[in-house]
């Protein structure tokens, strides 16, 4: 896949696993090279597979997936859109995961949609919004994220309204599916030495955080009922 393949010795990946800095003059994380890769190679795959189709007629539900088709297709890689996406909103290497996670549920639940150029940058930009909002403790608004997608606020908010509903709400992702994906960027991505993505020493503190304080917080509301 060209540029987007990239070989990253070991050492250099545990290196980014074990001291990876949030602060604002950070580097971007390697999962948004791998990430990029595996979009990349998946829109490849899913053009072959439209040119050797005949053409159908969509659901009702397919259909509704059509709102993440742009008017005019964005002159910028998805490395680049990922890139800038980090830059401005600063979203940490976990957040990336998640949004794989979401991307690949979005996929299943509606198995007429297929990520191709004129779809991936607003899916893109949505999965890594709602992963945020899903793993990050603060968070830009919808504006915000809207002008870095470059998109309208009003569209944006649509987007992430009909996200939602077309994934069934199905936004949780426990410790043990979060390292399954992260296993599964590796295989699918991995060069002769493989990557280790930034991943599991914070995200899976967050969510085993936020568990806790979920099973705390039911027990309380046990109590007081």
């Known amino acids: 896949m060209g540029s987007s393949s990239l070989a990253i010795s070991p050492r250099k990946l545990r290196s980014d696993v074990y001291s990876y800095s949030y602060e604002n003059d950070s580097n971007t994380p390697l999962v948004i090279s791998v990430l990029a890769s595996l979009i ?9 597979i439209t040119k050797n189709c005949t053409w159908t007629v969509l659901s009702t539900k397919d259909a509704k997936t059509r709102v993440f088709d742009c008017h005019e297709i964005p002159d910028m890689t998805i490395q680049s859109y990922l890139e800038r996406i980090f830059r401005y909103t600063r979203a940490g290497p976990s957040v990336y995961v998640v949004a794989y996670v979401y991307i690949d ?8 949609f297929r990520i ?8 893109l930009i949505t999965t890594i919004m709602v992963a945020s909002k899903y793993v990050e403790d603060m968070n830009y608004r919808n ?3 809207a002008r870095v997608g470059g998109l309208r606020t009003k569209e944006f908010n649509k987007l992430e309204m009909d996200f939602l509903f077309l994934m069934g709400f199905k936004l949780h ?7 399954s ?8 991505v ?12 914070r995200c899976a503190e967050e969510i085993k955080s936020r568990q806790c304080g979920e099973k705390r ?6 109590i007081m009922m």
């Open 143 to 145: 504006s915000y994220f």
């Open 40 to 48: 990349e190679r998946t829109m490849t795959r899913n053009e072959r």
């Open 190 to 201: 991995s060069i002769g030495g493989g990557y280790h993505i930034e991943k599991t020493l």
């Open 116 to 123: 191709n150029t004129r779809n991936v940058h607003r899916l």
């Open 217 to 222: 917080f039911n027990q309380i509301a046990r």
């Open 181 to 188: 994906y992260c296993c599964h960027l590796e295989r699918e």
């Open 173 to 179: 992702v426990n410790v043990s599916v979060f390292e």
């Open 105 to 112: 549920r979005f996929c299943q639940a509606n198995p007429g």
